[in-house]
């Protein structure tokens, strides 16, 4: 499995961000996928989750301003990130969700998410 995860940038707070993931060697629409974010010195912690049905599940603290969704013919899982604040600053990185299956064991190289005025 690979997983290249982009669109990574330096942002205003209050701003705008999509990222994306592209997920190889699998059909990753048979999957629960997920986008975690790791801040130096923090634990890596799960974001935002999508199941194969599309049900879609968010930690507290983005819940009302990110929003994940998938595209499967592409294999591709994207974050929509919106009002975004200094505490959202990460990288970020796809994995199948953890909360219903082992993640895979390869983890992409991740996207830098800078919320900066």
């Known amino acids: 499995v690979q997983l290249v995860e982009s669109g990574g940038d330096l942002v205003q707070p209050g701003g705008s961000l999509r990222i994306s993931c592209k997920v190889s060697?699998?059909?990753?629409?048979?999957?629960?996928m997920a986008w975690y974010r790791q801040a130096p010195g923090n634990q890596r912690e799960l974001v935002a989750a999508?199941?194969?049905?599309?049900?879609?599940r968010y930690a507290d603290a983005v819940k009302g301003r990110f929003t994940i969704s998938r595209d499967n013919e592409k294999d591709t899982i994207y974050l929509q990130m919106d009002s975004l604040s200094v505490e959202d600053s990460a990288a970020y990185y796809c994995?199948?969700?953890?909360?219903?299956?082992?993640?895979?064991?390869?983890w992409g190289q991740g996207t830098q998410v800078t919320v900066s005025s």
């Open positions: 994995n199948r969700d953890n909360t219903v299956g082992p993640v895979f064991g390869s």
């Open positions: 060697g699998i059909v990753s629409g048979v999957f629960s």
């Open positions: 999508i199941s194969p049905g599309n049900r879609t």
